[in-house]
Structures are given as C-alpha cells and as structure tokens.
C-alpha cells in the first residue's frame, strides 16, 4: 500500500496534524499494523518537499510543536491520478506449492502430503478470517473477505492439483 | 470404535452402488456443538456419508454410534423416529412443502411430534424470528425469496431441537452474500442450542464456518486434525 498516498488522500477533507493523520490512518487501514509515528513524519516530509502538502500552522504548546498539514493542488492531482491508475494484478506464476509438490514426486515422497497439509492450513487461516468477520463491522467483513477469496482461490488449485497428481507423476518421472 | 465424548461416530463405513464403490472405509465422528465440515470433490462419496450417518441409507458395512446406540442394530421405524426427534435437515434447495405457509413448514417437525398446533407455531415463529424470517411467516415457499426460503429451511431444522442437523450444500442455490448470512445463521444458532451439524459442502468459504473439516476421497475420510 502506498502510505504516501493514502495520507494525501486523508487530507483532503482538510488539514490535519501528524498524529490525527496516524489515527485516521489506523483506524481506516492499520488494523493489524499501526503505522509507527516515524513512518507518519517521514512520509510527511517527503510529501512536503515534493509540494503536494504544505503547512497549514504550527501549534507551541507544553510539548514539541505540532505542524498542522494541507494539502495542495499538486498533491490533489496526484492522489486523483493514483486512484485512476489500476493496480497490477499480480500473475502468481512462481509458486512455492508448485515447486513443493514437483519436488515431492522427484524425491519419492508423497505429494499428496504436501497439498493436504497446505490445505488444512488454509481452511485454518480462513477460519480465524470468517471468525473476525462475524465480530468485525463492515470494514472488517470487506478486508477479511479479500483475503478469504484468495484462499479460496488457492484452495481450488490445491484440488485441482490433487486431482491431476497422477498426470502429473507421469510428467515429472518421465 | 468410538471417539471420546463423540455424539455421532461412524467406522469403517462401506457403501457400494452397482459395481462402483461410494464409501471405501470411512470414518468419521461428530461431538455435541461441534461443527464439521464434510469436503470433497464432486462424487467423492460425501453426500453417501452424510445419508449412511442420518440412517437414511444403510452401509453394506461398517458401524455407526448415535449417543451410545447402534444405529444398524435398529429396526427401520426406530431409526424413523429418531430421525424425528433428534435430526433435523436443510437440503440445497429448502425442500419446503410449498402447500404449506413458511410458520406452518417450520411448525411441521413439532406437528410430526405430537406437539399442538399453537404451542408448534409460536416455537416456530420463535425460530423464524432467529433468523430473520418472522415476517413472512404467512407466505408460501413459492412467494419467497431463495434465501429467505433456506432460512425458514434451518428455522425448520432447528424447531424440534436435534442434537444434529445434516445440511447437505445449504448455501449451494444461493448467492455469496445470502450464503454468508444462512452460515452465520446456522451455525450462531447451532452453537448455541448445543446442536451438532454435519455440514457437506465443497465450498472452502462455507466450511470456514466449521470448527473442523473432514475430507472425503474415493470414498474414504480424511480427518486430517485427528489423523493418526
């Protein structure tokens, strides 16, 4: 995820301070990982320095001043360019499984082990995802169902795989 | 042999149509509450498992323990009433007896049992309210939508309180959002009443729902967390 952008885009409803930045950021998007304030400040600056934010005012309290950031026309530009550009999606052509499986077979063990461990791993994961879904809110519900149509994805190709073990043994021993 | 504290066991289990094989020495055991997922590619033998453990087919061979008791040990009108009073069934498609309106298919597992009419339809309405049906009690199964018939289907599995459902692709008519719904449903509600479900299915995002899955192939199960 590019947290650069993602922080553009939490600033267009309006300037923000670094650590409401971090805040909205987690509860939106950090679920299992929390930005760190570091990674909020570095980002900042960088941003700043590239003009698609600027500084809106600097608040002098008790502690450390605290900068207020806006961002630009620039940096709206680039966030609505970053929205229009579709993400690769990623071809998953080199696969560990695969290799696993062939390996197996190569070495006169059982490659239907492999796949069925994987499978129980699987189903184990997306266990704890339908658990988090059904206490989770909505947003919990749409990252989590991600993730459990992934898994399913694979899930497939582990049986479609296991079903064509035989074929396949042919082809690797031959 | 029976596992421990098992509420549904089966040994062994050998089925065979013709000449072709369905069951090969299958296993498989059920504890009360527990959710199981029974998985495997299509005519793999899953849905034969799940008749052989409901009493609705008899293995050639093999041993199945319902809470202490022989099941091929019993005659059939025994086991008819066992299926009665402690299964319930949801089906791929409701199997809804669509004379009836929606609180009377609910009710009728209660009728079956003896229980009066009002006492029957307001434990129905009770369980059509769980899950989310109430207002269409009144209804047909032919005015209702897919998903609402399957959840009177599981109001109607539930209503004269199994100690196990046998849910053969519940999900398997509906779309991804009502399927969603008719798992939570059923397995909140199961969990609760302490009711044991047997759950066929081949999909892996309906048998995330389980606490425990058990793979059918060639006919034999594969219950990889308990393997030995």
């Not at chain 1, 995820?1 to 805040?23: A, C, F, N, Q, V």
């Not at chain 1, 898994?151 to 690797?172: F, I, M, P, S």
């Not at chain 2, 434990?123 to 018939?149: C, F, H, N, Y």
């Not at chain 2, 609760?192 to 309906?206: G, M």
Request: charged share 25%; proline share 4%.
């Amino acid at each position: 995820m590019s947290i650069g952008h993602t922080l553009l885009g939490l600033l267009e409803s309006g300037p923000r301070h670094g650590y409401d930045l971090k805040r909205a950021f987690d509860e939106k998007f950090g679920h299992d990982r929390p930005l760190h304030y570091g990674q909020v400040y570095s980002t900042m600056s960088r941003l700043l320095k590239n003009g698609l934010v600027e500084v809106d005012g600097v608040e002098s309290g008790g502690g450390p001043e605290r900068k207020r950031y806006a961002i630009t026309d620039a940096g709206i530009t680039d966030v609505a360019t970053w929205l229009a550009q579709p993400e690769k999606p990623e071809p998953y052509l080199q696969s560990t499984l695969y290799t696993k499986v062939v390996l197996a077979m190569l070495t006169g063990r059982n490659a239907g082990d492999v796949l069925d461990a994987q499978r129980s791993e699987h189903l184990r994961l997306m266990r704890i995802l339908t658990d988090r879904k059904r206490h989770g809110d909505l947003a919990d519900q749409l990252i989590c169902d991600h993730a459990l149509f992934h898994l399913e994805a694979d899930l497939r190709w582990l049986e479609l795989t296991a079903a064509r073990l035989g074929q396949l043994q042919k082809v690797v021993t031959a | 042999m029976t596992p421990a504290g098992s509420l549904l066991a089966a040994h062994d289990l050998r089925k065979t149509y013709g000449s072709t094989p369905a069951l090969d020495g299958a296993s498989f055991s059920v504890h009360p509450g527990e959710v199981v997922a029974v998985m495997g590619p299509s005519g793999s033998g899953k849905s034969t498992l799940l008749h052989c453990l409901a009493g609705i087919i008899t293995p050639d061979s093999g041993t199945i323990t319902y809470d202490g008791r022989e099941l091929s040990a019993m005659s059939d009108a025994d086991r008819s009433a066992l299926r009665r009073s402690d299964f319930g069934f949801v089906f791929q498609f409701g199997q809804l007896v669509p004379e009836l309106t929606c609180v009377e298919n609910v009710a009728l597992p209660l009728r079956l049992n003896g229980t009066r009419r009002k006492d029957a339809e307001r434990t129905a309405l009770a369980w059509m309210e769980r899950l989310e049906v109430e207002d269409i009690g009144g209804k047909r199964p032919g005015e209702v939508s897919g998903g609402q018939g399957q959840r009177v289907a599981v109001a109607r599995a539930l209503a004269a309180s199994p100690k196990v459902i046998f849910a053969d692709e519940p999900t398997g008519a509906l779309d991804s959002l009502n399927g969603e719904r008719v798992m939570q449903l059923l397995t909140e509600a199961a969990r609760s009443a302490n009711v044991a479900v047997v759950l066929v299915t081949h999909e892996a995002r309906v048998a995330a729902y389980s606490d425990r899955d058990v793979t059918v192939r060639d006919g034999r199960a594969r219950d990889l967390e308990h393997a030995v």
